[in-house]
């Protein structure tokens, strides 16, 4: 068989549904063997957003994405892409074409060594050299991106390897199971939690699973111990639940962090720190159980005391079946706590003024979208906002990155988002800044036939940056530019345009898109002219009379 028609083997094998890129001359004898194949193949406009939508795919089924690119500068285009995988925890394979390896004759046009710069960026990166290869380095290079922990992974497929002809089988996939958790560990965890007065749980990105989330809410309805999430924890416990405290949006001086203050224990379930701290351990401080798939990777912030290793569902079943609610437990603090927060949170909700503002903005696009419905949100200031005060019933349907945390992911991911789950509602939240990172991909959007509504939040600057610089007391200046009238630009490559002229008009207008279906961006002018005073010293002020 043809080696690349073995590759392609090797991916159906693996179960692949869709191969997302851009190709080039050195992968054609693989397109070639991909035309023929179930695969689909969905051409992008740029690699970048290719490697968003194959991570992003594999965060929410937990296969490993694909994506595809040629040599050289296609190749530096999934860069940050496989950054964004790798400290995402999101299963991805890169394939990346190459010159002929045994005999060029284009001298090093185009040549970098591909697999030595995604060394550092990924699990697993691996040339392959002959096509008897191709099995063992495919099968090699999903284990190491779906085991845990998730990450990136890279094959470099050459032009003239891919046109060897091997007889050697496709390796199917092996059946396996993650460790589980060693049962005096178990014992001693519950221990520690049962002797704590004020034991509180913080929910992380690797709790964000089904089966784990499963036993998480189950655990919680027996035991009433409040939660905590961070940002990519957000979904795992329903938010509307009683149980939950808040989401540690801002790394600490928020309400939430007072119900961290007052606990006397932290049951730290899927934390990861990649991920911004949700709080700060110290001498004297909170104890901390790390209940996680692998063991805590110690810094100056935190260093947990008592250590659960193993399939973190499983570990949640135990402490379950070990554990009975205490009558000395307390949690009459976390519940003001909790109270405090949602009434501040209900400030600015009602806010008519326009353009509008991001209290407001949270709480229309809560009520527009469904409760299974999915938001992919892109890296600006409303990420926090939306992190701290928009509520989650189900896990995965906030998409947000705060462990790369990079911009022009938004876009993409929603579009992974919606190729994965086509019967659900999908929306993009997108600054300018970043939206102009990837907006090429309305293109791709409109040709695939996506329903998919875009929040384009306009501010004309970097807020983010702003917010920060004014935290700093410096200056406003640097972070201004202009843009394009984006309900032109939208229609330009065949979606809806839409602009928003008063703050009443956004929810019904979010709704009416997500009826009509297609491609619709809202152009939506944004107020963040309060987050300094909100975010830097009222809510530290408020929380500290908690």
């Known amino acids: 068989m043809k080696a690349s028609d073995l590759f392609v083997r090797a991916l159906e094998a693996e179960g692949v549904e869709f191969v997302f890129g851009i190709p080039g001359e050195e992968n054609l004898d693989l397109l070639e063997s991909l035309r023929g194949s179930k695969i689909n193949l969905v051409i992008g406009r740029h690699e970048q957003a290719a490697g968003f939508m194959a991570a992003t795919y594999g965060r929410l089924t937990g296969n490993a994405g694909v994506c595809l690119s040629t040599l050289g500068p296609g190749a530096t285009n999934l ?49 392959i050299v002959s096509g008897d290869n191709v099995p063992a380095h495919v099968r090699e290079a999903f284990r190491h991106a779906e085991e845990e922990r998730p990450g990136a992974t890279h094959i470099e497929l050459p032009e003239d390897i891919a046109r060897e002809h091997s007889t050697m089988p496709v390796l199917e996939p092996s059946y396996t199971r993650r460790p589980i958790a060693e049962e005096k560990a178990v014992c001693q965890a519950a221990q520690a939690i049962a002797a704590a007065r004020k034991p509180l749980l913080l929910i992380g990105a690797g709790a964000n699973r089904k089966l784990t989330a499963k036993m998480l809410r189950e655990l919680v309805m027996k035991l009433g111990i409040p939660v905590v999430t961070t940002q990519m924890g957000k979904g795992v416990i329903d938010e509307a639940s009683a149980h939950f405290v808040g989401n540690t949006a801002l790394s600490d001086g928020d309400f939430v962090h007072r119900a961290i203050d007052q606990a006397d224990l932290i049951i730290n379930v899927g934390h990861d720190v990649v991920e911004k701290p949700p709080f700060f351990m110290r001498p004297g401080g909170p104890a901390v159980v790390h209940i996680n798939f692998s063991s805590a990777q110690v810094d100056p912030v935190y260093f947990p005391q008592i250590e659960v290793v193993g399939d973190i569902a499983n570990s949640l079943w135990q402490l379950k079946e070990e554990l009975e609610p205490q ?16 009434a501040h949170i209900l400030e600015g909700a009602q806010d008519d003024s326009f353009p509008i503002k991001p ?81 090429q991909e309305l293109e791709t959007a409109v040709r695939l036939k996506l329903d998919l509504v875009i929040l384009l939040l306009r501010d004309d600057g970097y807020g983010m940056i702003k917010w920060k610089q004014a935290q700093m007391d410096f200056h406003d200046f640097g972070l201004d530019f202009g843009n394009p009238d984006f309900v032109a630009y939208a229609q330009a490559y065949g979606a809806s345009g ?21 491609v619709h961006l809202i152009d939506i002018p944004m107020d963040y002219s309060d987050n300094d005073r909100i975010l830097n010293r009222e809510i530290r002020e408020l929380s500290r009379k908690v």
């Open 79 to 127: 860069v940050t892409a496989a950054a964004y995988a790798q400290l995402g925890a999101m299963p991805m394979v890169m394939v990346t074409g190459q010159k002929p390896i045994k005999s060029s004759k284009q001298g090093q046009f185009q040549i970098i060594d591909i697999v030595d710069m995604m060394q550092p960026l990924t699990k697993f990166t691996k040339v």
């Open 498 to 518: 839409h602009r928003i002229d008063k703050t009443a008009e956004l929810q019904p207008t979010i709704e009416r898109c997500m009826q009509e279906g297609g």
């Open 359 to 439: 209290q407001r903005l949270v709480k229309e696009v809560r009520e527009a979208v469904p409760e299974d419905g999915i938001i992919a949100l892109d890296n600006g200031m409303y990420k926090i906002w939306f992190a701290r005060n928009y509520q989650a019933h189900a896990p995965n349907t906030v998409l947000l990155d705060n462990a790369l945390a990079t911009m022009g992911a938004g876009l993409p991911s929603a579009m992974a988002a919606k190729l994965v789950h086509p019967e659900r509602k999908v929306l993009a939240i997108c600054g300018d800044g970043g939206f102009m990172m990837n907006s």
């Open 327 to 342: 009558e000395h437990w307390s949690f009459a603090d976390a519940h003001r706590i909790r109270n405090a927060l949602q």
